[in-house]
């Protein structure tokens, strides 16, 4: 992979999603990680997926964009 395909990938990440880093308690990354692959998903995911459940939203309601409501 070139340097300028990683630079569009970079662009579009900035342009598209908000990062968030979370702590969690020394040892419990490798449960979180086996939880996540028990489902199918990744960290990433499961963290997603829980969170739309907490907030009651739809998949498309979790992928628009609040501005865009």
Known sequence: MG?????VKNRWNVKSYDR????VPKGRRNDIEAHAQSK??????????LLRADLNMTEEE???KPDAE
């Open 3 to 7: 340097k300028t395909s990683t630079t």
């Open 20 to 23: 968030l880093a979370i702590n």
């Open 40 to 49: 199918g998903l990744s960290v990433n995911g499961l963290v997603g997926e």
């Open 62 to 64: 979790w992928r628009r």
